[in-house]
């Protein structure tokens, strides 16, 4: 049998209110998403100016990540260099997305959309820098174990 660690809402709502911070104090209006191992939602939000195709392709920069295990830089800088058989792939090429990764495995990811690529990173780092400690030490966080 194999413990398989989860998101618990506690992180969820971290993750996004630091990754809602580093928005604001930024002045940049974005929609954040983040989704569990199985690139199901868990939060979708969309501040207050961001545009409206930030709220869809959020979660899509999050999914990419789970299904994949890499950023979601890592496929447009496959684009950028010539790699078009990416664009073929199910993923969103589009820097702003970032898996959760614990003890090697993917266990959710943060999307961000709405302004340029790499301040759309910006925000999904903070967001993921709210558990750093817990994914360093999952003992003492709030990252729940399940018996899988």
């Known amino acids: 049998m194999k ?3 989860a998101l618990t809402l506690d992180d969820v709502k971290r993750i996004a209110a630091a ?3 580093e928005a604001v104090a930024n002045g940049w209006a974005v929609s954040i998403a983040v989704c569990d191992a199985g690139g199901h939602p868990l939060w979708l939000q969309r501040m207050d100016a961001a545009p409206l195709m930030s709220a869809v392709v959020a979660p899509e920069k999050a999914r990419t990540c789970v299904m994949t295990g890499k950023p979601s830089k890592a ?3 496959m684009v950028n260099s010539g790699r078009y058989a990416a664009l073929a792939m199910p993923v969103v090429p589009l820097e702003g997305g970032e898996p ?3 003890d090697g495995n993917v266990i959710g990811a943060v ?3 709405g ?3 790499g301040e759309d990173a910006q925000v999904a780092r903070a967001g993921l820098a709210a558990i750093a400690a817990d994914l360093a ?3 003492r966080g709030a990252v729940r174990v399940q018996k899988a």
């Open 137 to 139: 030490e999952p003992a």
């Open 111 to 113: 999307g961000v959309s």
């Open 3 to 5: 413990d398989i660690k």
């Open 100 to 102: 959760i990764v614990i």
């Open 75 to 77: 496929f447009e800088d």
């Open 19 to 21: 990754a809602e911070a």
């Open 115 to 117: 302004v340029k690529a």
